[in-house]
T-cell receptor
Framework: AQKITQTQPGMFVQEKEAVTLDCTYD???????LFWYKQPSSGEMIFLIY????DEQNATEGRYSLNFQKARKSANLVISASQLGDSAMYFC???????????WGAGTKLIIKP | DVKVTQSSRYLVKRTGEKVFLECVQD?????MFWYRQDPGLGLRLIYF???????EKGDIPEGYSVSREKKERFSLILESASTNQTSMYLC??????????????FGEGSWLTVV
């Protein structure tokens, strides 16, 4: 079964609009971490934001915020005031406790239109 | 800032050649990882290392080996490259242990083509 689901294969958004990228996850662990990464066409994988399962506040990093709804097992990434440079693939990932590995979603391709 | 550096961005190798992909991190991280990324298959873990000279197989270790002689350096080796190993390879590192909060930081990727 899919542990990380990103239901949007692609999105087009107008520049300066806010955008929400969906991510749902499945785990039986009580302790886990959720991560978002950005991958531009150049290939590097850039860490954006992290949310721990015990964190009560939603994580924020500049224009990025994570809408964490634990009961619904969702961890959506919100990008405020989108910019052309935000065009990239975005991956949601989860790290369960006592596990070295990250479990990856399939990614969402975001294209920002001028 | 964390810096993970992969020695080669683009390589073209012939079938049967031995290929070395080098990765260096400057954050004194204990854990290091090698992934490959293919369209439609996502990121798949090849090997990881949690300490010098220690290694663990990931999901797709066949056809690959690794070496970690120094803490900052983790090498991926293709003993005899094949065309199905044409892919993008990503190295990563993180602090030690298995805490779910240890962020994994990636290098820029190495695009390998085997002809």
């Amino acid at each position: 079964a899919q542990k990380i689901t990103q239901t949007q294969p692609g999105m087009f958004v107008q520049e300066k609009e806010a955008v929400t990228l969906d991510c749902t996850y499945d785990t039986s662990d009580q302790s886990y971490g959720l991560f978002w990464y950005k991958q531009p066409s150049s290939g590097e994988m850039i860490f954006l934001i992290y949310q721990g399962s015990y964190d009560e506040q939603n994580a924020t990093e500049g224009r990025y915020s994570l809408n964490f709804q634990k009961a619904r097992k969702s961890a959506n990434l919100v990008i405020s005031a989108s910019q052309l440079g935000d065009s990239a693939m975005y991956f949601c990932a989860m790290r369960e406790n006592s596990n070295y590995q990250l479990i990856w979603g399939a990614g969402t391709k975001l294209i920002i239109k001028p | 800032d964390v810096k993970v550096t992969q020695s080669s961005r683009y390589l073209v190798k012939r079938t049967g050649e031995k290929v070395f992909l080098e990765c260096v991190q400057d954050m004194d991280h204990e854990n290091m990882f090698w992934y490959r990324q293919d369209p439609g298959l996502g990121l798949r873990l090849i090997y990881f290392s949690y300490d010098v000279k220690m290694k663990e197989k990931g999901d797709i270790p066949e056809g690959y080996s690794v070496s970690r002689e120094k803490k900052e350096r983790f090498s991926l080796i293709l003993e005899s490259a094949s065309t199905n190993q044409t892919s993008m390879y990503l190295c990563a590192s993180s602090w030690g242990g298995t805490s779910s909060g240890n962020t994994i930081y990636f290098g820029e990727g190495s695009w390998l083509t085997v002809v």
